[in-house]
């Protein structure tokens, strides 16, 4: 999946955070005014690269004050929390609601970025190849250990985030778990960034494009990723 995203300069009115079985994770923002087409054809503005996907699948929509989803005539259906869109339906979106397509092989979260930190429902977005081991600090991605091996302090974030796996944790609670007492508060954001910066380094195909350890502008970070199979969808 990819998106042909407009510049964050002024920051988004709202994200979408992808869960799949199928496909890894992303981030997609949107912009008041903004009009954006979902589907498989390379000139969306999100694309989901899936044969079940049809070439125009469905389209969000900014006007009267929110973010509206509807169907374009796709084959397989487009979902608001399970609900299959009809004809020339048009459904506002709400913080925490979630939008599915082709019977909910693909989903996406919608975030409103003044929201609450939850992006589940009784979902969560884990990434089926990351593994740590708490009492050695060893980090396993894609069945590979993890050499160099993470620092303590990249591992001890990394931590967090995989126990709230699914969850956008936001920076004032990570530094708080990471350096309440310790003297470094002053420079928790930067550290934080820069321990970000060095696990999509060691973790991350792509480290410019991250598709498991994602920001989420003016908030915080999600670990996500299609579902492990202990965890389940």
């Not at 988004?12 to 981030?27: D, F, K, R, W």
């Not at 303590?152 to 920076?171: C, P, T």
């Not at 820069?194 to 696990?199: D, G, I, Y």
């Amino acid at each position: 999946m990819e998106a042909n995203q407009e510049p964050l300069g002024i920051g988004p009115n709202a994200i979408l955070v992808i869960e799949s079985t199928v496909i890894g994770g992303g981030q997609f923002p949107l912009k008041e005014g903004g009009r954006y087409f979902v589907g498989r054809s390379p000139a969306c503005d999100i694309v989901i690269d899936l044969p079940i996907i049809s070439r125009k699948h469905a389209q969000i929509m900014y006007h009267d004050n929110a973010f509206f989803v509807s169907d374009l005539e796709s084959r397989n259906g487009t979902y608001v929390n399970a609900k299959r869109l009809q004809g020339d339906e048009e459904v506002s979106l709400s913080h925490g609601d979630w939008i599915g397509f082709a019977n909910d092989q693909v989903i996406l979260h919608y975030h409103e970025s003044g929201g609450s930190t939850t992006l589940g429902m009784d979902r969560t977005a884990v990434h089926g190849d990351l593994r740590l081991d708490t009492s050695t600090g060893q980090v396993w991605v894609k069945g590979n250990q993890l050499s160099p091996p993470l620092s303590q302090g990249e591992f001890d974030l990394l931590n967090i985030l995989y126990g709230k796996r699914g969850i956008a944790v936001g920076e004032d609670e990570l530094a708080a778990a990471l350096f309440s007492g310790s003297g470094d508060e002053d420079d928790a954001t930067g550290e934080i960034g820069r321990r970000v910066r060095q696990l999509r380094l060691k973790m991350e195909l792509n480290p410019s494009a991250p598709q498991l350890l994602v920001t989420l502008p003016g908030y915080g970070y999600i670990l996500v990723g299609p579902p492990t199979s202990e965890d389940g969808d």
